[in-house]
């Protein structure tokens, strides 16, 4: 691995191991909901899928529970141990196929052609330089099958902006530099953003360039839309308020202007070629 992913790599190893395993259940339902639904709606019952980052292996059990057998792949090996515990202490390690801690960027361990749907919902926000996108994508056209499916996630450059102004307001002018190149790359690193450290926020019309010519669009939504800051009210409601909030934010979420609110864009693309 590269230097800054291997940064990456301790970054979820250690300062934020165990938020992780808890983000999208306790702080982010919304986003985990809304995700699975477009999974459930793209991903086939016992289809071979490899997941790109597999964070606390939450979708790793919504696949596995639909009969999906998983390659799993991460650059954090905490993040890899803790998804296949999830597994097995779920019932389901008979759906891991194998097990890699690698880069997104070259995949050495996953055959060509051989996957019906991969998962890409983290390392292209970790990914700063465009070459190492560009190889991102294309390793996913690799091994994807004809036809194949891509699930791949970005942030929203504005989420940073809107953080930054709530808590440090009176900082800004001392940043001005930083921000101008920001807004023109979208690049982040650990001196100016401890808490993701090297990353790369994107734009709408950025993060569906990187798939153009490869992928046939099927979908690109934000997957909070206008739910972003108060998540986790979902977890208060009675299923059938949810599921209704939900069907209102899934709805939303591929306008402009859901977009334009959520913190996470999602891209669901077939393999054109």
Known sequence: MQANEESVARYYDTA??????????????????????????FVAAGAEVAELGVGAGIYSEFLARRGCRLHLVDVSARLLEAAADRLRAAGLSESIAAI??????????????????VLMLGPLYHLCAPEDRR????????????????????????SYLRDFFHLFPHVVCGRKA???????????DPDHAPPIGFAHLCTVADFREMFRGEFEELAVAGVESF?????????????????????????TGTTAEGLGMSDHFLYIGRRSR
């Open 227 to 251: 739910s972003n800051i108060c998540q986790p009210t979902l977890n208060d409601l009675p299923s059938e308020e949810a599921a209704a909030w939900l069907d209102l934010i899934e709805i």
């Open 135 to 158: 190889r991102a994508v294309a390793e996913t056209v690799r091994i994807l099958k004809p036809a194949g499916v891509l699930f791949a996630a970005g942030i929203n450059r504005l």
């Open 100 to 117: 890699s801690c690698e880069s997104a960027t070259s995949l050495v361990s996953l055959a060509g052609g051989a996957f019906d749907a």
């Open 16 to 41: 934020i191991f165990e938020a992780e395993l808890t983000r999208l259940t306790r702080d982010c339902p919304v986003e985990r909901a809304i995700t699975e639904r477009w999974l459930g709606r």
């Open 178 to 188: 930083f921000h101008e190149q920001y807004l023109r790359n979208g690049n982040m």
